[in-house]
Each structure stands twice: as C-alpha cells, then as structure tokens.
C-alpha cells in the first residue's frame, strides 16, 4: 500500500539559516527531508514576502510579517525565536552615547522589520527620540560614516559586536524587557490558513518533526555550536552562551509580549488593525 503520505502535494517551509537558529535547523538537516515538505532558505524579510505571495506554506517570518497579515495566517503552536533579556544579535551600535541620537541619522538593517519596528519602539516611545533612518549596509555604515548608529540582526551583528566593541552597543531585546518585563519575539512559525485547511496532517507532522529537531538541538549546543561558530567566525563556548540566550518557545509569557508589541504598533499607526494571535488546532 503507499503511504498516505506521498499521495499529498509537497508544501512549501521557509527556514532561515541563522546561528540563531541551528537548533532546530542542524538537527532538521541530520534527521533528512520530511515527506511532504519542501525547505526553501532565504533570510527573513524574503520570508516574509514569499510567504505572503503564497510561494510558502507555512515560515519562520518575523512577528511583523504576522502582524501585518494575521487574518491570512496561523500560528503554528509552541515554538517560535524570542529572548528573556540580552539576545546578543539584535543591536544597536552607536558611535555616540544612544539617548544623544535625537536627530540623528540611523542605519537599518533591511533584513527584519520586525527589528526595525522594535527600533522605533525604544527610541521613539521609550526614549522620546527622534532619529532619521537609513538603509544601510553594514559595510556602508563602517565605511562611509553617514550614519551615528546602525541597527545589526543575526550573524550581521555577531560579526560587528566584536569589530564595534569600542563603541555604544545597545541590546534592543534586553531593553524591551527592562521597560515592558516580558520577553520580546522576533519570529514565529506562521502558516497559511488556506494550506492548512488542505493539509492539516502534514502540519501536525510537521510541528511534531519541529519540536523534535528543538528537543534535540538544546541537548546538543556544544556540537551545534561547534559546527556553526566558524561562520561568524566566534569562540564555540561563546556561542554556546549565545544559543543558551534565545527562547524558541512561545508560552504564555512570550504571547503576553508579543500581543504588547502589536498593541504598540497599532498605537503607533504602523499596523491598520489590532493583532490576534490565532493559533493552528493542531491536536
């Protein structure tokens, strides 16, 4: 008899390769392809868009691609990428002291809007800053010095916290948990309602093959890490310490500042509706 299994369309999942990430995505490429799904990588804000037009399924896509779109998507439950105080690569980095930047010009990132929004968030609402922003490279911010600050994301900032480790280095996720006290997430696995509803199985099996890969990937940092650091290039201890900072859950705490997030940003204008967080029935 054939499997079930193979008489179903091939899905479409979106995973980001990050060192953020390599807890759930070496052990993903050890255990092989997962019948039914197919894994495209790109970064974030590619994500986002492709899953918008509908050449994903379901992603790993920053919480403001959710927001922007919730009533098109669904949580997939349990799992998502967070932190509970400093994440270490999501920063700021000042030539001069952070709260000066009133009316300075900030280079961004264009890899996450989440991140940006975030941004937006500590110097504008908690700080009563009024910078201008700028797309920028990295390379563009350290060469041509247009800019008093620039905003870093994922390995991006690992590498620029040690080549920047002079100058002001602002950790946005720490910051957003001293003012709010919860924690801040930065991504979740969001899915179409349209493919769900075809292929509820192939979900199900695909969030029990997710959280297997997280289970086996926090009992694995030290092999993990060792494997990955080279890309930064960092000491493996320190990305251990690193790995051991990120929360890839989303329990009550983090969905409580994941609404907030939304309620701010509905707050700000920079979301047309308030959020729901709809999560997948996945039983």
Same mark, same amino acid.
């Given at each position: 008899?054939?499997?079930?299994?193979?008489?179903?369309? #091939?899905?479409? =999942?979106?995973?980001?390769?990050f060192i953020?990430? /390599?807890?759930?995505?070496?052990?993903?490429?050890? $255990?092989?392809? =997962?019948k039914g799904w197919e894994v495209i990588e790109d970064h974030p804000a590619? =994500?986002?868009?492709? =899953?918008?037009?509908?050449?994903?399924?379901?992603? +790993?896509?920053?919480?403001?691609?959710y927001g922007e779109r919730y009533p098109d998507y669904l949580l997939l439950p349990g799992l998502s990428?967070?932190? /509970?105080?400093?994440v270490g690569s999501v920063l700021l980095i000042s030539k001069e002291d952070p709260k000066n930047l009133d009316g300075k010009k900030i280079g961004l990132t264009q890899q996450s809007a989440t991140s940006t929004r975030l941004l937006n968030i500590i110097l504008e609402d908690f700080w009563g800053l009024k910078p201008h922003y700028l797309p920028?490279?990295?390379? *563009?911010?350290? *060469? $041509?010095?247009? #800019?008093?600050?620039?905003?870093?994301?994922?390995? *991006?900032?690992?590498?620029?916290?040690d080549k920047c480790s002079s100058l002001y280095i602002v950790d946005l !996720?720490?910051?957003? +948990?001293?003012e709010t006290g919860l924690p801040f997430v930065f991504a979740v696995w969001a899915i179409r309602?349209?493919?769900f509803e075809r292929s509820r199985e192939l979900f199900k099996i695909l969030q029990q093959r997710l959280l297997t890969c997280l289970k086996t990937?926090?009992? $694995? +940092?030290? *092999?993990?890490?060792?494997?990955? !650091?080279?890309?930064?290039?960092?000491?493996?201890?320190? #990305?251990?310490?690193?790995? $051991?900072g990120i929360d890839m859950e989303l329990k009550k705490a983090h969905q409580k500042g994941l609404s907030l997030f939304f309620s701010k940003l509905y707050a700000r204008g920079d979301l047309p509706k308030k959020v729901k967080l709809n999560f997948a029935d996945i039983a």
């Amino acid at each position: 008899m054939a499997d079930p299994q193979e008489t179903k369309p #091939c899905l479409k =999942l979106g995973m980001v390769n990050f060192i953020n990430t /390599s807890p759930i995505y070496i052990p993903w490429l050890k $255990q092989g392809p =997962l019948k039914g799904w197919e894994v495209i990588e790109d970064h974030p804000a590619a =994500l986002n868009k492709m =899953l918008h037009c509908g050449e994903l399924d379901a992603g +790993l896509v920053s919480s403001f691609a959710y927001g922007e779109r919730y009533p098109d998507y669904l949580l997939l439950p349990g799992l998502s990428i967070s932190a /509970s105080g400093p994440v270490g690569s999501v920063l700021l980095i000042s030539k001069e002291d952070p709260k000066n930047l009133d009316g300075k010009k900030i280079g961004l990132t264009q890899q996450s809007a989440t991140s940006t929004r975030l941004l937006n968030i500590i110097l504008e609402d908690f700080w009563g800053l009024k910078p201008h922003y700028l797309p920028q490279s990295p390379y *563009e911010w350290l *060469e $041509q010095g247009k #800019c008093s600050a620039y905003m870093a994301i994922g390995d *991006e900032a690992l590498r620029l916290r040690d080549k920047c480790s002079s100058l002001y280095i602002v950790d946005l !996720a720490d910051i957003w +948990l001293k003012e709010t006290g919860l924690p801040f997430v930065f991504a979740v696995w969001a899915i179409r309602k349209a493919a769900f509803e075809r292929s509820r199985e192939l979900f199900k099996i695909l969030q029990q093959r997710l959280l297997t890969c997280l289970k086996t990937g926090l009992k $694995q +940092l030290d *092999e993990i890490s060792s494997t990955v !650091a080279p890309k930064i290039p960092m000491d493996k201890d320190e #990305c251990v310490s690193y790995l $051991q900072g990120i929360d890839m859950e989303l329990k009550k705490a983090h969905q409580k500042g994941l609404s907030l997030f939304f309620s701010k940003l509905y707050a700000r204008g920079d979301l047309p509706k308030k959020v729901k967080l709809n999560f997948a029935d996945i039983a």
